[in-house]
């Protein structure tokens, strides 16, 4: 028997499926939200569903991001899920990481409008403080959190370095976790480009 949840996660991927062959994902993304409401109505303490139904909204903000649409309903939506998520699983470290991820879209998405992001990239880092206090051995968290860290101090432009260069320490300390983790590799890569960047507009120390 097929449950809501497991329908939820078919309509998913045939949305993601469909995405990645440029065709429209949004009626079976539309149709995955339906299934994880059921699924909520039927076990409304699930973490896991407020979550993945957050994980959904997002890939429909960005798909209206991408297209030229404004994504703001979209994202708000997915946050008061993961809000939800982590309200019924305390500590519930996938959740935090999403909201940070969450944050940085929404970040991009008001640069790209004109508005200041740097709030959103901070929340961001709060998230993922949050989520490597309680499992500081996730190299994937400090990936996220070099990514989050280089994120800030671009748009923090002459002002940024100090930021730049924690991205590097929380790059660094992925690599040393797991040398074989090349997101962590070119994340190191991408860092000591913006920090370049900058001493070649006179605001920073290449070194």
Known sequence: MTTPYNAAAVHEALGNWRKATGKDPRPDWGRAIEAYE???AIRPTMAEGEMNRGLVFVMQGRWKRDHGEDPGEEFA???KGYEKALELRPGFVEALANVATLRLDIGRWKAASG???VPDYREAL?????ALEINPRAHRLYNALGNAKRTLGEARGEEGE???RAAVEAHGKAVEMNPAYPEAWNGLGADWRSIAGLARRGGGDAA
Do not use: R, S, Y
Request: charged share 35%.
């Open 38 to 40: 059921e699924a909520l």
């Open 77 to 79: 939506k997915a946050m």
């Open 115 to 117: 508005t200041d992001p």
């Open 126 to 130: 709060v998230a993922l403080g949050k």
């Open 162 to 164: 100090e930021d730049l």
